[in-house]
Nanobody
Framework: VQLQASGGGSVQAGNSLRLSCTASRQTYSTAWFRQAPGKEREFVAFINWDGDIIYYNDSVKGRFTISRGSAKETVYLQMKSLNPEDTAVYYC???????????????????WGQGTQVTVSS
């Protein structure tokens, strides 16, 4: 599976961005992670193929929304009320099997997109 992430950019605090991740074929689920300089990769959000199971990191709840497009191979991450702490490279990822748990662990994901930079200035 190949994943193509896009949509990053530089914005001021309080603004919004929408990231996209398009897979080359159907996957069980898709997750977004982010990694800031000098920090470990952090779970952001998860959505299953049907779009009816969604999880968020507490730090983005109420501000970020993960969803699937009409072409279900594309997953979006709508990010609102961005703040400088959201600055990171954002990656989308997909597993090779169904995840009933451990969805927040990066090591359970086999396929990764190339990453897209999000920079939020104060």
């Amino acid at each position: 599976v190949q994943l193509q992430a896009s949509g990053g950019g530089s914005v001021q605090a309080g603004n919004s961005l929408r990231l996209s991740c398009t897979a080359s074929r159907q996957t069980y689920s898709t997750a977004w992670f982010r990694q800031a300089p000098g920090k470990e990769r952090e779970f952001v959000a998860f959505i299953n193929w049907d779009g009816d199971i969604i999880y968020y990191n507490d730090s983005v709840k109420g501000r970020f929304t993960i969803s699937r497009g009409s072409a279900k191979e594309t997953v979006y991450l709508q990010m609102k009320s961005l703040n400088p702490e959201d600055t990171a490279v954002y990656y989308c990822a997909a597993p090779i099997y169904y995840l009933a748990q451990f969805y927040a662990r990066p090591d359970v994901y086999t396929f990764w997109g190339q990453g897209t930079q999000v920079t939020v200035s104060s």
